[in-house]
């Protein structure tokens, strides 16, 4: 999904209000519950294999800027110029917002395209979770959302649950939304279904919080939350067919 325009992550994404592409991603494995984020890279074609890189092979959970894009380099991450992220329509949307000292939700302004992320449980019962974005155009300089905040954006325990959200990140910082949702089943035993209504439907639509959230738990229940008109979203199952769903 990164290698798509389509999508506001890698290729595609949005313009910073200095007319930059600075993205974020993060992955979480829920088996051991080991962790990788990377925030403002610019130039690394694909920021979750980054984010996968920080997990594997340092003592680290989170780098930023030139030092993440340092160890992109000496892992032979491939690299990218500004004309390869280059898209007309996210270009046209941040001439728009520019002017305005906005920073826009991606998925206000056109519900087609947004940050991307994935969730999955295997049959050993492993559960995963990744979420890979530009942030929201016209952002300002060195702004990180909630996108590689591992407990906000991104969550995975093979106890509870499986987690990537999307949204206005601000809201899901303060909200620590993955994480919630994950306590609210470790601690109240909430199902994953419920704890999903109380985080996105209640307690994010209070402090006007707009976006949702992917999530699978460990016996395979998904859910695909939004409190937004739509969320870009898709699921399969063994034996079953796929799922694809835009509005409500
Ligand atoms: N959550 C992302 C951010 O705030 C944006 C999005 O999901 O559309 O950076």
Redesign the pocket.
């Known amino acids: 999904m990164e290698n798509n325009k389509l999508f506001?992550a890698g290729k595609g994404a949005v313009f910073t209000h200095s007319g930059r592409h600075e993205m974020?991603a993060s992955l979480m494995d829920g088996s051991n519950l080991m962790a990788g984020a990377v925030a403002g890279v610019a130039a690394v074609k694909n920021p979750v294999l980054l984010a996968r890189l920080i997990m594997e092979k340092t003592d680290h959970v989170f780098l930023s800027g030139a030092g993440a894009e340092e160890l992109a380099s000496k892992y032979s991450l491939p690299f990218e110029s500004p004309d390869y992220f280059f898209d007309e329509f996210r270009h046209q949307q941040w001439l728009a917002a520019k002017d305005s000292g906005a920073s826009f939700?991606?998925?206000t302004q056109d519900k087609k395209f947004?940050?991307v992320g994935a969730v999955a449980l295997d049959q050993k019962g492993n559960i995963a979770a990744a979420t890979s974005?530009g942030?929201?155009t016209n952002k300002m300089y060195n702004r990180i959302?909630?996108?590689p905040i591992i407990g906000a954006?991104t969550y995975a325990s093979n106890a509870t649950c499986g987690v990537s959200?999307?949204?206005?990140?601000?809201y899901?910082i303060r909200s620590v939304v993955a994480y919630d949702i994950s306590c609210l089943m470790e601690y109240k035993g909430l199902s994953l279904k419920e704890a999903c209504k109380v985080v996105v439907m209640e307690k994010l639509v209070k402090i006007g919080g707009e976006?949702g959230l992917i999530a699978v738990d460990s016996l395979g229940n998904l859910e695909l939350a939004f409190n937004s008109e739509g969320m870009y979203r898709a699921s399969v199952k063994s034996g079953e067919v796929p799922f694809i769903g835009i509005y409500k």
């Open positions: 506001n974020d939700l991606d998925h947004g940050t974005t942030g929201m959302g909630d996108t954006g959200c999307t949204g206005h990140g601000e899901f976006g």
